[in-house]
């Protein structure tokens, strides 16, 4: 006990000691080379996976959690919670590289346009662990789409980019679909 209290004095008592206005800064300047961040050490990276949207059977990975309205064409207002498979090839027991954790919902009224907001959790090779963010306006039945890549943690801090999409599969009757993600990414 008293071992204990002593290293705890030891501790903190530089803190209590000094003067808040040394100690508290609110902002510093820090060096971007020293903190890893250095500009010439930038690497720009494509990632290419497949994102395995399965709405239908036993084991969704896409959940309605919000339902449209009554008389929407588009569903409107619905709200999808996703833990969708990314895998490297189109078929879904091909090799997992990540999930796509986050969710989407349809925002508009007359055509089918979703809102996405999810984090590409990536789990194979050297960024095992370290996740991309992806905030997003995407036109589901247009050929091409493409959605911002706005950060991310890990290798991906400071993250910028965008993500070009390219439906690989879609079944209107069950409504899951398989979509080709290409990852243009600028990150440390
Ligand atoms: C739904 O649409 C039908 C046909 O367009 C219309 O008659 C009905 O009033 C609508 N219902 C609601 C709740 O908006
Ligand atoms: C990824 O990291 C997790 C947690 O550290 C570890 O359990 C897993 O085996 C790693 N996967 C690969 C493919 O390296």
Same mark, same amino acid.
């Given at each position: 006990?008293?071992?204990?209290?002593?290293?705890?004095?030891?501790?903190?008592?530089?803190?209590?000691?000094?003067?808040?206005?040394?100690?508290?800064?609110?902002?510093?300047?820090?060096?971007?080379?020293?903190?890893?961040?250095?500009?010439?050490?930038?690497?720009?990276?494509?990632?290419?996976?497949?994102?395995?949207?399965?709405?239908?059977?036993?084991?969704?990975?896409?959940?309605?959690?919000?339902?449209?309205?009554?008389?929407?064409?588009?569903?409107?207002?619905?709200?999808?919670?996703? %833990?969708? @498979?990314?895998?490297?090839?189109?078929? $879904?027991?091909?090799?997992?590289? &990540?999930? +796509? /954790?986050?969710?989407?919902?349809?925002?508009?009224?007359?055509?089918?346009?979703?809102?996405?907001?999810?984090?590409?959790?990536?789990?194979?090779?050297?960024?095992?662990?370290?996740?991309?963010?992806?905030?997003?306006?995407?036109?589901?039945?247009?050929?091409?789409? %493409?959605? @911002?890549?706005?950060?991310?943690?890990? $290798?991906?801090?400071?993250?910028? &980019?965008? +993500? /070009?999409?390219?439906?690989?599969?879609?079944?209107?009757?069950?409504?899951?679909?398989?979509?080709?993600?290409?990852?243009?990414?600028?990150?440390?």
């Amino acid at each position: 006990m008293f071992t204990q209290f002593f290293i705890f004095f030891l501790l903190f008592t530089p803190i209590i000691s000094t003067t808040p206005h040394e100690t508290h800064d609110f902002v510093r300047t820090l060096d971007r080379k020293m903190s890893g961040l250095d500009e010439n050490q930038e690497k720009f990276s494509r990632f290419r996976f497949y994102w395995h949207d399965v709405v239908s059977g036993r084991n969704p990975s896409s959940i309605e959690v919000v339902s449209s309205g009554k008389n929407s064409t588009t569903s409107f207002g619905s709200v999808n919670m996703i %833990e969708n @498979p990314l895998t490297l090839e189109p078929q $879904l027991n091909s090799q997992l590289v &990540g999930m +796509a /954790q986050g969710f989407y919902a349809s925002t508009s009224q007359s055509e089918v346009t979703l809102l996405m907001a999810m984090n590409f959790a990536i789990t194979e090779g050297k960024y095992n662990g370290s996740s991309i963010t992806i905030l997003g306006r995407n036109p589901v039945f247009n050929k091409k789409r %493409e959605m @911002p890549v706005i950060g991310g943690s890990g $290798l991906f801090r400071f993250a910028r &980019g965008y +993500a /070009q999409l390219r439906t690989h599969w879609f079944s209107p009757s069950t409504r899951d679909a398989i979509v080709e993600y290409t990852v243009y990414v600028l990150h440390y």
